[in-house]
């Protein structure tokens, strides 16, 4: 392995990062950078590449859970709530009831998904799609929503929500742009719904990661394992700065922003790929 190709790993584990929560396509990124100028499978092989993208998306994993960590340590009951929150606070069976319409249909298609939607085509279908709910969340979401901190919303809101994430299934579409555009439709300021998110995103990305290197476990190379480490430690460095940077705008800029960004990027996908 040479210096080009942990150059290659760090992009690769910098596009993860930068894309895996941000309402862009963390997948159709990847795909795209990969198919039209890294070529991971040429350097790694087809089956320790895709391990390698499994591993990258640990690391922006582990940025959630280290923000995070007060809100999950609330959730799993190793930290008690304050008195005052505790009749009214997001509970882990919302979070259980939220992922589990996509956890369900993506166990149901995965083999479908993976034969034939994994293409730069789909991806930039997906990528217009997303953009056209992003939209309509922002002209339809109220200026004074219901729902102001994740502590607030209901059952219905999450599992509304799940729904809506099933959408996400195809890649381009968007897990965050699915869910965050769900909760805003549905009476959730764009920061709880965006909590919401990330919140939802560990438990199902972990089970679907988990359940990747599983399969991939005999494909796993000892040689491969710094590149795998700088992957994903480039991962965790680039998710937790995007996440934080997103958290903090994301009631002023809302969605329309990276709505109008899909849609450039589809529409240069298309002058270049077709």
């Known amino acids: 392995m040479d210096l080009i190709h942990f150059l290659k790993v760090i992009i690769l584990g910098m596009f993860e990062g930068l894309t895996e929560f941000a309402p862009i396509s963390s997948t159709g990124h990847m795909i795209i950078v990969d198919e039209m100028w890294l070529h991971s499978k040429a350097f790694l092989g087809i089956s320790i590449a895709n ?9 922006s994993i582990l940025a959630v859970v280290v923000i995070f960590k007060e809100k999950f340590l609330l959730l799993l009951g190793l930290k008690e709530y304050s008195e005052d929150v505790k009749n009214r606070r997001l509970k882990i ?14 166990l149901l298609l995965e083999d479908f998904i993976d034969q034939y939607l994994f293409t730069v085509q789909t991806v930039m279908i997906g990528l217009v799609l997303g953009a056209v709910l992003m939209i309509v969340a922002d ?7 219901k729902v102001q901190t994740v502590d ?28 965050i555009s769900a909760g805003v439709m549905f009476g959730m ?15 199902i990305m972990l089970g679907a990661s988990g359940l990747s290197l599983y399969k ?3 494909f796993f190379s000892i040689d491969a394992l710094p590149l795998f480490a700088v992957g994903f430690l480039s991962a965790f460095m680039f998710a937790y700065l995007t996440i934080q940077f997103f958290l903090k705008l994301i009631n002023k800029i809302k969605l329309l922003p990276f709505a109008i960004y899909r849609l450039i990027l589809a529409g240069a996908i298309y002058l270049i790929y077709f």
């Open 51 to 59: 391990t390698f993208k499994v591993v990258v998306q640990l690391g």
């Open 189 to 203: 300021s764009h920061r709880s719904a965006a909590d919401f998110t990330f919140i939802m995103a560990v438990p």
């Open 152 to 179: 607030q919303m209901s059952y219905q809101q999450a599992f509304l929500i799940g729904l809506v994430q099933c959408f996400s299934l195809w890649p381009g579409f968007s897990r965050s742009g699915s869910t």
């Open 139 to 145: 002209f339809t979401a109220s200026d004074t929503p």
């Open 216 to 218: 991939n476990l005999e």
């Open 93 to 106: 069976s919302q979070v259980f009831v939220g992922l589990l319409p996509a956890a369900i249909l993506g």
